[in-house]
């Protein structure tokens, strides 16, 4: 299944059913009467949060959705149906954005999550509605109302626990692999991820999700390269691994790139908690690795990790610090929102 974390999409709700113009005629029954039925409402453009889904592919392929016109009013007081309901299934973490791409509708981070994005037109009133004192034998009714159209953007922000950042071919896909059992494509070029991969990493009895995302170059935040399309996807991260390849020529200079990049691009991402690791450590000497590490602990100002996923190497360390970071995170949110207060959960 291929990846896609926008669409744009055309949604329409179901105009009302009008309602209808009738009299009551029986043989051998005096003193008939309006009976004509109201129409019946239009369907509702409904938008919901599913499990099992993790990509808006389905919206590529189709991009008009229209909601059922409510059914029209009958003779003998027979009301029209309600129109269908159309729904839009999306995966945890969809966002609905308006057409100029400004207003946030909707943010459905969990699965059941419901939003109406368009409602359908009320039916027409039959002329029975309408008969009085005054107005026994009313020779009018209503259209139904005409339903809302609109344009809007459906937007996935994958939900994890960590993210991976770097610059491409810092070890990132390969980190991923060897702590989870996902599988993202692994070369010995950049950009070779294309698109975020999520993973399940366990430790002892404990588990989290991690995402890993595209390389950032320098001017990501203006488009440049295609890492910055895919920086949503760390903003709902509790903490970021900050890998830094070991055999760049200057490794404070790649990791002040990365951390330039996060600043401009906004959303707070400079400000999550985050763990610095010399990565691909394994290529260097002894004596290299010392002077990689000073330099790279001097522009990180904190002690990076020695990390090598080709030969496991400080992994597990990485591993459990992500732990620790992603624990401190779940408690300060929990001490701010005293309601949401409960024990941290496998992927929450």
């Known amino acids: 299944m291929k990846f896609l974390d926008q669409a744009k999409v055309y949604i329409r709700s179901g105009n009302g059913g009008a309602g209808c113009v009738s009299f009551r005629r029986e043989k051998f029954i005096e003193f008939g009467g309006p009976d004509g039925g109201d129409g019946g409402r239009g369907g509702d453009v409904v938008v919901e949060c599913v499990d099992g889904l993790n990509t808006l592919i389905d919206y590529r392929?189709?991009?008009h959705f229209k909601a059922q016109t409510g059914g029209h009013g009958m003779g003998k007081n027979r009301h029209?149906?309600?129109g269908g309901d159309i729904v839009l299934k999306v995966p945890v973490g969809t966002q609905i954005i308006d057409d100029e791409e400004e207003t946030l509708i909707a943010d459905l981070t969990e699965v059941g999550q419901r939003h109406v994005l368009a409602r359908g037109g009320n039916g027409g009133f039959g002329n029975s509605h309408f008969k009085s004192s005054t107005n026994q034998a009313p020779r009018r009714a209503n259209p139904g109302e005409v339903g809302e159209e609109r344009w809007v953007w459906l937007r996935l922000k994958l939900i994890a626990d960590a993210g991976l950042v770097g610059l491409p071919n810092a070890g990132k896909s390969t980190f991923l692999?060897?702590?989870s059992a996902a599988k993202p494509k692994i070369a010995d070029y950049p950009f070779t991820t294309l698109h975020p991969n999520l993973g399940v990493v366990a430790l002892d009895d404990r588990e989290f999700v991690l995402a890993d995302i595209p390389g950032l170059i320098e001017g990501a935040h203006e488009g440049i390269g295609i890492g910055d399309r895919f920086l949503g996807h760390v903003e709902r991260c509790r903490v970021l691994l900050h890998l830094v390849d070991a055999s760049e020529e200057d490794v404070a200079?790649?990791?002040r790139?990365?951390?330039k990049e996060l600043k401009l691009y906004g959303a707070?991402?400079?400000?999550?908690p985050e763990i610095v690791a010399l990565s691909k450590i394994d290529l260097l000497d002894e004596?290299?690795?010392?002077?990689?590490?000073?330099?790279?602990?001097?522009?990180?100002?904190k002690t990076p990790i020695l990390l090598s996923a080709a030969t496991g190497e400080g992994v597990r360390t990485a591993i459990a610090a992500l732990v620790r970071k992603i624990d401190d995170a779940v408690a300060e949110e929990a001490d701010s929102h005293p309601a949401n207060d409960r024990p941290w959960q496998p992927g929450s």
Request: net charge positive; charged share 35%; hydrophobic share 45%.
């Open 253 to 255: 200079k790649a990791y």
């Open 268 to 272: 707070d991402l400079a400000k999550k």
């Open 287 to 301: 004596e290299t690795r010392a002077e990689k590490l000073a330099a790279l602990k001097k522009a990180a100002r």
């Open 80 to 82: 029209g149906a309600k």
């Open 177 to 179: 692999a060897a702590v």
């Open 257 to 259: 790139v990365v951390r």
């Open 61 to 63: 392929y189709q991009q």
